[in-house]
């Protein structure tokens, strides 16, 4: 159980990590980063001045998401296919994820680079997104009403905001200035990297609570049976 919790527990520290890149970044390259303009595969970019130490971090990022998805898969209980199935996901999430910066990397922006590696790394983006959107979906199933609402409403985050971010995409690619698609792909992330902080702090606390005690059915005499 330990173990189990112990991996849980990598959900947390996974989203956790994913900001710190993204915060570290802005600071040691500013006139590189932006919150606003950027999208954050820019960090890993072919290239990019944040390349070299961003790379590993997202690939720890990987690694302790597929942590959290074999903790899923682990659990037990009521909801144990429901929480497996999402275990999957998020361990298949993770392993996919591995390849944004390793095999496909985006050019850095103006830099003239291989058009084929940008087309790669939206493909693999889009795969990525859909898996996200299945873990939602599946997961939102995993805990009570309250979680589930929760899950659909970030659900609706991620279709708006992935939307905008897709507008300003194809704007990007028309040499169109798109001085907020940064901000919305942060949201979209955002929105999904809190709910793994919640859907595994509830988990954790739910193990941490005692089981509630068994009542023994009452005789006929209206005393507890022994």
Do not use: K
């Not at 999208?39 to 590993?56: C, K, N, Q, Y």
């Not at 940008?118 to 009570?144: E, K, N, P, Q, W």
């Not at 809190?194 to 209206?222: D, N």
């Amino acid at each position: 159980m330990d173990a189990r919790r112990a991996l849980l527990g990598c959900g947390v520290l996974s989203s956790a990590l994913y900001v710190a890149t993204d915060v570290v970044a802005a600071i040691v390259h500013p006139g590189y980063h932006s919150f606003r303009s950027r999208f954050i595969s820019e960090l890993m970019a072919t290239g990019a001045p944040t390349e070299r130490w961003v790379d590993p971090l997202f690939l720890l990022y990987g690694a302790l998401t597929i942590a959290f998805g074999i903790g899923l898969w682990m659990s037990e209980g009521p909801m144990r296919r429901r929480l497996r199935i999402t275990g999957a996901l998020v361990v298949a999430y993770g392993a996919v994820g591995l390849l944004g910066p390793t095999v496909f990397e985006m050019n850095v922006r103006g830099s003239g680079g291989d058009p084929r590696a940008d087309s790669l790394h939206i493909a693999l983006t889009m795969v990525l997104v859909a898996f996200i959107v299945a873990i939602l979906a599946v997961g939102a199933f995993v805990r009570g009403a309250a979680f589930r609402r929760y899950s659909f409403a970030t659900l609706v985050v991620l279709v708006v905001f992935g939307a905008l971010t897709g507008m300003q995409t194809r704007a990007l690619d028309a040499g169109q200035p798109t001085p907020w698609i940064g901000l919305t792909e942060r949201i979209n992330i955002g929105a999904f990297l809190v709910w793994v902080v919640v859907l595994a702090m509830s988990l954790l606390g739910a193990e941490g609570r005692p089981a509630p005690a068994r009542r023994l059915p009452a005789s006929r005499g209206g005393r507890l049976a022994r």
